[in-house]
């Protein structure tokens, strides 16, 4: 599968775009590879304090919000795409 | 203010660009105040491109000029025998002659009016587009800032008004001080801990050209006159490309914390010598994707061209676009317009804009953007017209952002982003969250909310970007430290938007709008998404609009109903 980094998470990653050899296995388990790669930083910025996911991560286009979360199935061929909240994080109301 | 103004004082049926027009510049209560971002003005006025109410709002510092001259609004009714500029300095007020100045580029009538009056003025003026009536002409501030959309810097031509230059020397009082203070306390700490607006978060670090990469990947970047949601080029025309290619420095609006503004320079290459201000998001959209341009070195010659002649950026872009899609399917020819001007040709395109501003050959007819365009050109291109009552989509296919489609469809100046930004929600999910592709009662809900509140933080006038970190509860704090009004709450504030919007509707519907002008250019209701997630989609506006309509309390013809305007005490 296809992982693609954008904004400031490519200070952590210095990748703007890398494969990984894995085959049906779940968001939440691609990010522990990502987090062995590259380091504790990585999993900083991918989570909260509190442990919610705090970036924003589409399958093919799609947030995974709206489909299964991290429990969301990811196959090979498929591109992830990360995104830090470059419009995002607020705690304001409307 | 403004639209009460034009509501209430303009004659139905008005042509946009004879004398009895009427062009308001106006500011709000936290224009010029110690609040963030707060540097902003808006103009008002009937749109030479839509027929129908038009306001555009530009960032920069002339807005808070203008209040520190004592001035909440000026309103420019009539027609000069010759170009005038009008000079206001405190008290003083004035028009001059500016037989000099007319015909010149941005950047040179911007220094000579300065020399002529203050070298610390702040200049707002039209350009060549503009004097020559052009419908999609902007009205530029401080050289690099664009009031773009609707084309008013038309009816500053028709009016023979080149420009306003102000200074100012008070400082705005406030009903209560410290009751101000710690309202903007507040909003700059939410600011400072929001990942979009705080120091190195992304509107900082990339400008909002940091959308490009993720409105792509949602696969709603509209790429060679939506024609597809998906650019290929989109990487390298990012605001992390330009971070590591032209950016220069960051620049910022008025007491404003985020610095999102982009200073751009082009060192070598055939667009050396470009240096400005440049490439907002929807800029670089509208040369990037919309023209199938992916050399960030030309779409910043071409924003800087549009800044020079005063061209709106959108309307400009995506008037080549839309003739590119008629060259590619044969509907013009390379000889009607001549140049090749076919997707993703940056030469091409550079020397369209020029045209444009001069109203030379086929960029007169271009001039006027693609509804009246298309018009002239016949032949079935109105569906390629990529518009909604006149203006020009921005960069945001709505096939999958059904929220902000309604929004396109229902906006009052036409298909404008900044009428209601779900976009905030569907994709970025900030400070709400919602699917992109649910098109139920609940997106509805969020259209309109949406709306309210940007008429509301528009009025006030401020900068939308603040929304993503502040909300209505802060804004009616702020706004009732400055003007005294006691109990002004979050829920006055929605209000307050609301029958703004009813206003502007009541305008509209004089002007003939209805039902029939609430729609979507074609091809998003009937042409699915070929590819990327929104894959396959149409947008589903026929079923979202009646109820749209029911929940804002207007009428199947879309017009605010009796009982509506009864509770926002609004008289029709």
Known sequence: ????????????????????????????????????????????????????????????????????????QVTGDDTVSLFPPVAGGSHAEL | ???????????????????????????????????????????????????????????????????????????????????????????EVGFRDAKEHWGKMISQSDEGIKSETDDEAKVLQIGIAGERMSRIAAIINEKYRAAGRCGLGAVMGAKNLKAIAVKGSRNPEAADSIGLTRAASRAMKMISESGVTKEDGGLNSFGTAVLTNIINASGIYPTRNFQTGTFSGAEKISGEAMAKTILKEKTACYECPMECGRWVKVEKGKYA?????????????????????????????????CNEYGLDTISTGSSIGFTMELLERGILSKEKVGIDLRFGNDDAMIQMIEKIAKREGFGDVLADGTKAASKKIGKGSEYYAMQVKGLELPAYDPRGAVGLGLNFATANRGACHVSGYTIAAEILGAPLKADPFDSGESKVDLTILFQNFTAAVDSGVNCLFLTFAVGASEYAEMISSLVGWEGYDA???????????????????????????????????????????????????????????????YTEEGHPGKEKLNELGVMD
Not at chain 1, 55 to 65: K, Q, T
Not at chain 2, 279 to 304: I, P
């Open chain 2, 273 to 305: 010598g470009t240096e400005g201000e440049s490439l907002e998001y929807e800029t670089s959209w509208a040369f990037g994707g919309e023209c199938g341009v992916n050399n960030l070195e030309a779409l910043a010659r071409a924003n800087f061209l």
């Open chain 2, 491 to 553: 829920d006055e504030f929605l209000r307050t938007g609301e029958r703004i919007f009813a206003i502007e509707r009541l305008f509209n519907k004089r002007e003939g709008f209805g039902r029939k002008d609430d729609t979507l250019p074609q091809r998003f209701l009937k042409e699915p998404m070929p590819e990327g997630a929104p894959k396959g989609r149409v947008h589903p506006l026929a079923e979202m609009l009646d109820i749209y309509y029911r929940k804002r309390g």
């Open chain 1, 1 to 72: 599968m296809i992982i693609k980094f954008f904004a400031n998470l490519r200070e952590i990653t210095k990748d703007h775009e890398i494969t990984l050899k894995l085959e049906n296995v779940k968001v939440k388990d691609a990010l522990l590879v990502l987090e062995k790669k590259y380091g504790r930083d990585f999993r900083d910025v991918v989570f909260d304090p509190e442990g919610e996911l705090y970036v924003r991560i589409l399958i093919n286009g799609r947030n995974i919000e709206y489909l299964e979360g991290l429990d969301t």
């Open chain 2, 1 to 91: 203010m403004g639209a009460k103004i034009l509501y209430d004082e303009l004659k139905s049926g008005t042509d946009p660009l004879s004398p009895e027009n009427i062009l308001v510049f106006a500011i709000g209560p936290l224009t010029g105040t110690r609040t963030p971002s707060s540097g902003r003005h808006v103009v008002v006025s009937k749109s030479p491109l839509t027929g129908g109410i038009a306001f555009t709002s530009s960032g920069g510092t002339w807005g808070a000029e203008l209040k520190r001259a004592g001035y909440d609004a000026i309103v420019v009714k009539g027609k000069a025998k010759k170009p005038l500029y009008l000079w206001i300095e405190d008290d």
